[in-house]
């Protein structure tokens, strides 16, 4: 089975602080996504990486930053947490040269006060 | 640009019973797929079932099938013989030049 973990199931944290979310896939996945979740909202998507130090832009990158130093782990970063980024935070991993099927991480709220 | 609706954002069904959630896309895309994916409470998102737009086979797993109308944009979730393990959030999902998932129905199944 495919597993997909994040450092954190909850995470308070203060404004201004710099924050970082870790998710890591054992499946060798090269894909892997950042999404945040808010009620009534959906998932939108932050960044998504297609490979190891590559990135791309989501819907709303804004305030975000993401790095991806090995193949396994996709670090999300918020440089200077605002409370606007109170929300819950899903990692995702998909196979080799598909872009459908996604492995979802058990997700991370983060508050920040 | 694309968009997924999903027009209900609460339903509830009888035990042993068929549900239907809707979900409604935009897109000038051809190629593209869409998806289900099941959030129980407090428990990791999944994948429940995979269309293809290529694909005029309405896909099936198990209790749960689509009714995929590319005309229509209409992509809608049959569950039958609903259990309580159904409960939980639907999520439909469009991934094509982009990937845009639907705000989420949630589902109660009543004993």
């Known amino acids: 089975d495919v597993k997909v973990t994040q450092s954190s199931r909850y995470l308070v944290k203060r404004t201004g602080e710099k924050v970082f979310l870790e998710c890591v896939q054992d499946m060798d996945h090269e894909n892997m996504f950042w999404y945040r979740q808010d009620p009534g909202l959906g998932l939108r998507l932050i960044y998504f990486s297609y490979d190891v130090k590559m990135k791309e832009k989501g819907d709303i990158p804004e305030g975000y930053s993401v790095s991806r130093e090995k193949k396994e782990r996709f670090s999300l970063i918020l440089e200077s947490a605002s409370t606007n980024q109170t929300s819950m935070y899903l990692c995702a991993s998909s196979p080799t040269g598909t872009y459908y099927e996604q492995y979802f991480g058990p997700g991370t709220r983060l508050t920040v006060t | 640009a694309q968009t997924v609706t999903q027009s209900q954002p609460e339903m509830s069904v009888q035990e042993a019973e068929t549900v239907t959630l809707s979900c409604t896309y935009d897109?000038?895309?051809?190629?593209?797929?869409l998806f289900w994916y099941k959030q129980p409470p407090s428990r990791q998102m999944i994948l429940v079932i995979r269309q293809e737009a290529y694909k005029q086979q309405n896909a099936t797993e198990n209790r749960f099938s689509v009714n995929f109308q590319k005309a229509a944009k209409s992509f809608s979730l049959k569950i039958s013989d609903s259990q309580l393990g159904d409960a939980a959030m639907y999520f439909c999902?469009?991934?094509?030049?982009?990937?845009?998932f639907g705000k989420g129905t949630r589902l109660h199944i009543l004993p």
């Open positions: 897109t000038s895309e051809s190629d593209y797929y």
């Open positions: 999902a469009y991934w094509g030049d982009k990937i845009i």
